[in-house]
Nanobody, 122 residues
Framework: QVQLVESGGGLVQAGGSLRLSCVVS????????MGWFRQTPGKEREFVAT???????YYADSVKGRFTISRDNAKNTVYLQMNSLKFEHTAVYYC????????????????WGQGTQVTVSS
């Protein structure tokens, strides 16, 4: 069973930075596409960023130039560096694994972490 464990969330002031991490318990991690999504109460889960097994990346327009997704296959870990945070970035952030590709559609991801809360104070 593939497990994903996120960490790095917390409370930060507007303008600050956070780096989220997601460790994946899978020997074939390097072949997975990985994604970050976020959700706020009463809203659907929203795509943030994705990275392919060959390090191609794609971002939601709302985070381009502000967030960076990366991966370290030696550590089975995917990261989300978030800079210049705003109040509207407050959400629970989830990482997800796609064993067949990568992309912005949550439905294509087979495995999900439990989420980590990011709270940005204005």
């Amino acid at each position: 069973q593939v497990q994903l464990v996120e960490s790095g969330g917390g409370l930060v002031q507007a303008g600050g930075s956070l780096r989220l991490s997601c460790v994946v318990s899978a020997r074939t991690f390097r072949t997975y596409g990985m994604g970050w999504f976020r959700q706020t109460p009463g809203k659907e889960r929203e795509f943030v960023a994705t990275i392919s097994s060959t390090d191609h990346t794609y971002y939601a327009d709302s985070v381009k130039g502000r967030f960076t997704i990366s991966r370290d296959n030696a550590k089975n870990t995917v990261y989300l560096q978030m800079n210049s945070l705003k109040f509207e970035h407050t959400a629970v952030y989830y990482c997800a694994a796609d064993t067949r590709g990568y992309g912005s559609e949550a439905a294509t991801y087979e495995y999900w972490g439990q989420g980590t809360q990011v709270t940005v104070s204005s």
